[in-house]
Each structure stands twice: as C-alpha cells, then as structure tokens.
C-alpha cells in the first residue's frame, strides 16, 4: 500500500513539476518574443532606408509563431491582448514602410506616431502583464508540486522519498537546461542568418572600435573575408576626414547617450576605392548574446554616385558634356556679381551655326549631331582652359570669357573661333563645310543682367548673320532698335503670302549674238502696305535665316509656272521660251522639294526643259554629295541648272565638273568693269573658257552698257541681262514684249 501511494504521489509530483517547467519555458518564450520585437522595431527603421522589407517580414514571422505557441498553452486574455496589439502593429508598421516607399515621409511619420508607437507599447503591457502571469502559474505548479512531494515523503518510506526528491531536482535540473540551450541556439541561429543573408554590413566591435564579428557581406562591399577584419579597428579603415567625427560618434554611442544613431562616412575598400556608408549604431554590450557595440554598414556608393550623375546632366549637356544654359547662366550672374564689385566689364560671345537645319534636315540628326559634338571639340583649341563655353540648345553656343575683357581681346578669340571652323568636317564620308555667325556684348554700367547681355548678344549675332554670315560683329545700343524691327518684319513676312503681298517681276534674258529673247529670270518683290515695294535684298535673308524662304519659294515657282503656261498658250511662237527660278539651298534639302518641282510641271502641263532653277554657289558648297544627288533628281527629270553669281564664292572646275549644272551665271561684280580693267577681261575670259571646257552655257548678269556688252561678245558668250536690255518688268509688260515679232531683237523694243 505504501507503494502504491508512494508511486501515486510520485506520479502528480511528476505531472505537477512538468506543469512548472511548461511555464518556465513559456517565459523562456516571452523573452524571446520581447527579444525579437526589440529587433522587429529596429528593422523597421532600416526598412525605410533601404527598403528591405524581407528582414522585417523574417521576424515578424518568428514573433507570430511564438505568440501561437502561447495561446497553445492558454494563458488567459493577456495573451489574446498581446496577439491583438501585435496584429495591430504589423498592420501600422506596414501602412508606414508603403508610405516610405512611396517617398511620403510625412504620412509615414504620422502612421509612426499616432498609430505604430501606440500599438508598439500595448503590445510591450500585454507582454508584461503575461510575463507576470505565467510567474505566478509558474509559482503556483511549484508551490502544488513541493505541496505534493511533501505529502509523498509524509505517506512513502525514507528511501521512496530520496529517490523521488533526488529524480525531481535532476528532471528539473534537465529540462530547465535543455530550455536554455534550446532558446539560446535558436536566438543564435535567427541572429547569424538575419547578419548572414543581409546585403549590408552587420558588425560587432568592442568598447575600443575592435571587430569581434563580421558578417559575409564584407567579402562583396569590403573586399576581404571576414576573419580578416576579426580584431581589427573600424576606426583605421574610415577616411582620415570623417574619422574624427565618426570617433565621437562612436564614443557618443556607448550606453546610448548619442541621440543620433546614423552617420554618414567613407571607408577604403581593398580595390583602393572610397565608398561611402551609412553606419548605424546600437549598444548591445548588456546583451549576453552580443556584449558589445553593433554597427550596421548600409553602402551608398552607387546612390550617391547616381545623384552626383542626376546632378551633372542637369548643369551640362547631354550630348556634348558642355555646360548647359542653366550653368552658364549661374556662371554667368556670379560674374557679373563680381565684376560689378571691382568694377570690371566682362565679355560674352554667342555662336550660331549657319545653315545648320540644312545640314540636319539632309544628311539627318545623326550627322547634325555629330558636328555640334565635332563643333564643340573645335572650341577647345580657342579658348581658354579657365573661359567657359556652353551650349544653349540646337545650334547655339556661348561662351564666357575669363578675367577682366576688352573688345579687343573679344574679337581675336571670335576671330580664331572663325578660323577654326574654316576647315571642313567628315560626317561618315562625307566632306561638310561650315560656318559660324558670332555676337559679342561687354557688361557696362547700363547691363549688368545676365539675361540682358546674352540678350545683347543674341541680337548682334543677328546682324552679323544680316551681313554675310560667317563673321563676328560687337554689340552696341543702336542694335536693340533693329532687332525690334527684325522681328516687326518677320511676323509681316509671315502673313505676306496670305494677304498677297508677294508680287513677280521678270527680266529679260536675251541671246547676245542675235538679241532675241530667250528666258526670264523670275524676282520676286514685296508689295508691303506702309512700307512700299520692299527689294529683296531686304527680306529675303530674313526669309532665309527664320525658314520661311520655302513656302515663299514654292509660292514663286508656283504662280512663276502658271504664268509662263499662259504666255505659251497666248503666244505660240514663244512656246520655246524659258523661266529661271531662285532656289534657295534649304528648299534643294526639303525631301519633298523634287516631287513638289515635278508636281507643279504636270500641273501647268511645262515641258521640264522650260524650267531653269538658279542656285548660288555657296548653297552648292555645304554638302556637294548630297546637293549633287539632288540636281541629278532633277536633271533626270529634264530641269536645267545653273549656277548664280559665279566668282562670288569656292569657284573651281574640281567641284564644278562633279555638279550636274547647265548654266554658269557670271555675276555683275566682274561685268561691271569690263572694258574698264584688263584684268577683269581676263578673269572673264577664264571662266568663259572654263565653262566652255565643261560643256556650260554663260550667262553673264548685270549688263548696263554697250562696251560691256562688246566685250562679252567678244569673249564668245552667250547670253546676258541687265538694264542694258530691261529692268524686272511685271507680268503685263513682258505679255506686250511677247506680241511682237518673235525675231525681233529686245534691245530695240524695251526702254530702260
């Protein structure tokens, strides 16, 4: 009987002492679930930073499955308090890392604190109040179990009630162990590959900043294995810049008396690289696990490394690495700051390139871009390391001289700026020449505003553009009056077409041998309402530079066709008579211009052979390649050619004998003084000859006396004009010179 009491009494003990270490272990498991939080609130604010949610998500998971295993044992509403408020904080610590990936920091502020600190310190009670519980269930089943051994002893012999207290203290003995190591390897297991599978640096060091731990990430950031670094200083591997800062914030750190947990610093990596880390740092020293300062190592190389990019392409160009208008315009102000201090004027130039829409429209962008970047490697060897030179956009460059400037300096560096660009570029295979048009402004006391004098600029790179194109001119006051009627008379040259303001003359081309008429050369004028009849040297350069040079050449050689069409029906035996049209090199780069020519021929039903277009040489110049191809079109089609003011400009039998041209029109500079200057007479009598050797027709411009034309009959040419014959006659007078005999020379018909 005794036995059996004896082995029913060790039976509850044993029931009674499992119970006591079943709370144990729960308490075991609330520090850890304390433990973990701990960690999951510091996650959160990395998260934030780098935007690892997976490390949070681990933890979260941990604490998920502990509070389960709780609940498992039943502990009462604390523990559905505890798993309550944990929810509650997963769900406000999510709300707020959207918020931070979104980049709204002040939503994610405010989720912080208003909701995920409030759920943070419920769930820190109820954990408390849990812990106090299961200490007392804990002490209670203690209490129930010596109650019962005692009882055992009082009803067992001497010997049963030996080996049941000596089984009781090893079995608790055992399991209390067995907790313990159980909780400390899993603590170390979550540790190591929370440290082990994170991108950053994660590090432990003593009081004195010497490595006991590092994790593997350093092989990848630092460039060595972890053992390397195990006793070693982080305080020699920061930047002898930042290590006296970091030393304080080290030293600030221990006991948590540093506010500021991050800091900024730059570390030499192996490859002799700085890259730069964000450090976070938590004194863990009271920690058995840790026992010592825990540093995070988050790198910031690339990012800073994008933004300094992201910085750059928003002050220089993309295309050729220049300073763009932005920076040359804060350049710019600080310069005219100082300038204005010590009294010192300061110079700008502004560079456009001529004709480049001709370029870019042609041969396409690729290539326009090319010579901007050729263009601005061609700056280089006029400047000055210490000026600055930027690119506005398209086109357009300008450029600030260094030191204090003087119109005198100003012009020779715009003088070898032209000389550079006096050398042709090679887009491909292809030969380009170009030129530059070049304003230059000098602050004063009257500008002393950036935009001012880039404004001043501007608009004497305008008039140098007015005056030939290729040159330089200097600003003065008087040019913002014409810049004002520049832009007057560009906005009526706009609405001229519309409201029929553009109105043909024609002037004779006659066949000098006999005298008969041969063609008409058709001159467009501006009937303007206040201005009068506007010549056209006056506004087709405008037309030119602004790109309204080809609606108003498609206009010309529209209503020039359609009139030629009614002399031939009118008068049939003129049927043979010709029309030369002005083309203008940006219409030959139009890629429609061909089909628009033959367009227009089928319309008015002209033969091609009637049609003669007029191109100066300059405009042949800047792509001979592509020009040719262009010419041939046309020439395939039956269009005659000629070149206008031949002498004017490259002239030489090299490109004239690549050209597909018909006509060379000798321009009225070297007819002027013929008889006058033997020289002259010479120089005529070689180009004649020239073109004779290609199988050209001469035709010679500006004609006005009878010696002039003497000599050119002399010289064996062919045909002429000139008020010698007749000025640009309208429509009308030319349809009275067609009603006369067809062999009837025009000397004796027109009166000048």
């Not at 406000?92 to 409030?118: F, P, Y």
């Not at 089984?167 to 603590?187: D, H």
């Not at 220049?322 to 700051?337: A, G, I």
């Not at 005298?515 to 001159?523: D, F, Q, S, Y």
Request: hydrophobic share 45%.
């Amino acid at each position: 009987m005794c036995a059996l009491v004896a082995a029913l009494a060790f039976v509850v003990i044993h029931y009674l002492a499992v119970s006591s270490d079943t709370r144990r272990v729960d308490e075991v498991r609330l520090a850890e679930v304390q433990a973990d939080f701990y960690l999951l609130r510091n996650r959160l604010g990395l998260v934030e930073q780098d935007d690892d949610q997976g490390g949070f998500d681990m933890i979260a998971g941990r604490v998920r499955s502990l509070v389960h295993r709780l609940k498992t044992d039943g502990h009462g509403h604390n523990v559905l308090d505890l798993e309550g408020s944990f929810a509650s904080f997963l769900r406000s610590a999510h709300l707020q890392m959207e918020a931070s990936a979104r980049g709204d920091t002040k939503l994610a502020r405010q989720i912080e604190n208003e909701t995920t600190l409030v759920e943070s310190q419920r769930m820190e009670r109820a954990a408390k109040q849990l812990k106090a519980e299961v200490g007392r269930e804990a002490a209670g089943w203690t209490a129930y179990a010596s109650f019962a051994t005692a009882v055992g002893l009082f009803l067992g012999a001497t010997l049963v009630m030996v080996l049941v207290s000596g089984y009781q203290r090893r079995t608790m003995t055992l399991l209390a162990v067995r907790a313990r190591q159980q909780a400390l390897a899993a603590s170390e297991r979550r540790f190591r590959s929370l440290v082990q599978n994170s991108a950053d640096v994660i590090a432990v060091a003593n009081d004195d900043g010497y490595f006991t731990l590092v994790s593997d990430a350093c092989r990848e950031v630092w460039g060595l294995a972890p053992e390397r670094y195990i006793g070693r200083s982080v305080h020699n591997m920061v930047h002898p810049d930042d290590a006296v800062r970091f030393r304080q914030f080290f030293e600030h750190g221990k006991g948590g008396r540093e506010t500021q947990t991050a800091t900024q610093i730059r570390i030499l990596a192996t490859a002799g690289e700085n890259r730069c880390f964000q450090v976070q740092l938590n004194d863990l020293a009271d920690d058995p696990d840790i026992n010592g300062m825990l540093l995070t190592f988050h790198d910031l190389t690339e990012r800073i490394r994008f933004e300094e990019e992201l910085t750059h392409h928003a002050f220089h160009d993309r295309l050729t690495g220049m300073p763009n208008r932005s920076l040359f315009m804060d350049r710019l102000s600080q310069r005219l700051l100082a300038a204005g201090a010590e009294s010192q004027p300061i110079a700008i130039l502004f560079v456009d390139l001529d004709n480049f829409k001709v370029i870019n429209d042609s041969l396409g962008h690729q290539a326009g871009d090319s010579l901007l970047v050729k263009v601005g490697e061609r700056f280089q060897s006029a400047l000055r390391p210490s000026d600055t030179v930027a690119r506005l956009g398209g086109d357009e460059f300008t450029i600030l001289l260094d030191g204090a400037a003087t119109v005198e300096g100003a012009i020779r560096v715009a003088r070898r700026i032209i000389a550079t660009f006096e050398h042709p570029v090679f887009l491909g295979d292809r030969e380009v020449f170009f030129t530059g048009s070049i304003g230059i402004a000098m602050s004063d006391e009257s500008q002393s505003d950036a935009n001012g004098l880039l404004r001043d600029a501007d608009t004497a790179m305008y008039q140098a553009k007015a005056q030939g194109k290729g040159r330089f001119v200097v600003f003065d006051h008087s040019m913002n009056v014409q810049a004002m009627q520049r832009l007057e008379m560009e906005s009526e040259l706009r609405t001229a077409i519309e409201q029929g303001q553009l109105v043909l003359n024609y002037q004779p081309i006659v066949d000098i041998p006999t005298g008969r008429l041969r063609e008409v050369e058709v001159l467009v004028r501006w009937n303007h309402p206040q201005r009068g009849l506007v010549p056209p040297d006056d506004f087709i350069p405008l037309a030119e530079e602004t790109g309204l040079i080809c609606p108003i050449g498609y206009w010309v050689l529209y209503h020039a066709c359609a009139q030629l069409r009614e002399w031939q029906v009118n008068f049939r035996h003129f049927r043979d008579l010709g029309i030369s049209v002005n083309v203008s090199g940006r219409q030959l780069y139009q890629t429609d211009f061909v089909a628009s020519v033959r367009a227009v021929l089928a319309k008015f039903v002209i033969d091609p052979h009637r049609l003669k277009l007029e191109i100066t040489e300059s405009a042949m110049l800047n792509d001979l390649e592509k020009m040719t191809e262009v010419l041939q079109e046309l020439r395939n089609m039956g269009v005659r050619i000629a070149i206008d003011d031949f002498g004017t400009g490259y002239s030489s039998m090299a490109y004239l004998s690549r050209l597909p041209v018909d006509t060379l029109k000798i321009d009225r500079t070297f007819v002027r003084p013929l008889g006058e200057d033997t020289r002259v007479d010479g120089v005529v009598r070689a180009m004649i000859t020239m073109a004779r050797t290609l199988g050209l027709d001469v035709t010679s411009e500006g004609i006005e006396t009878n010696e002039q034309l003497l000599v050119l009959q002399s010289l064996g040419c062919d045909c002429g004009q000139g008020f010698l014959f007749a000025k640009p006659l309208p429509a009308c007078e030319i349809t009275l010179l067609l009603a006369s005999p067809r062999d009837e020379p025009v000397l004796a018909k027109v009166t000048v």
